[in-house]
């Protein structure tokens, strides 16, 4: 079955930096894209960053220039380095699968698979 266990969470201050991992499984990286969402305390979750399987990437206006998005399918793993954070990038990061249909797509509902998240928190 598909899994994806996200990693690399913690606290840190502003202007530092993260990187989050997502292992995955169960389905072969040729066939789905991946992308980081999250979701802050009152808010909806939000579609950070999406990876095609050629890598190609999508990002929300807000981290561009900030976070990058990349995969190693060799090792069946999606990671987000996240540089120059802000208080308001605190959440909880999940990492998403959705069946490649040629287009990248920053909407959860247009994904299949959920990780269980891994939070995130920006101190000022």
């Known amino acids: 079955q598909v899994q994806l266990v996200e990693s690399g969470g913690g606290s840190v201050q502003s202007g530092g930096s993260l990187k989050l991992s997502c292992a995955f499984s169960?389905?072969?990286?040729?066939?789905?894209?991946m992308t980081w969402f999250r979701q802050g305390p009152g808010k909806e979750r939000e579609g950070v960053a999406s990876?095609?399987?050629?890598?190609?990437?999508n990002y929300t206006d807000s981290v561009k220039g900030r976070f990058t998005i990349s995969r190693d399918n060799a090792k069946n793993t999606l990671y987000l380095q996240m540089n120059s954070l802000k208080p308001d990038n605190t959440a909880m990061y999940y990492c998403?699968?959705?069946?490649?249909?040629?287009?990248?797509?920053?909407?959860?509902?247009?994904?299949?698979?959920w990780g269980q998240g891994t939070q995130v928190t920006v101190s000022s």
């Open positions: 998403a699968a959705r069946w490649w249909d040629g287009r990248l797509s920053l909407r959860a509902d247009e994904h299949n698979y």
């Open positions: 169960g389905f072969t990286s040729d066939t789905y894209c």
């Open positions: 990876i095609d399987t050629d890598g190609s990437t």
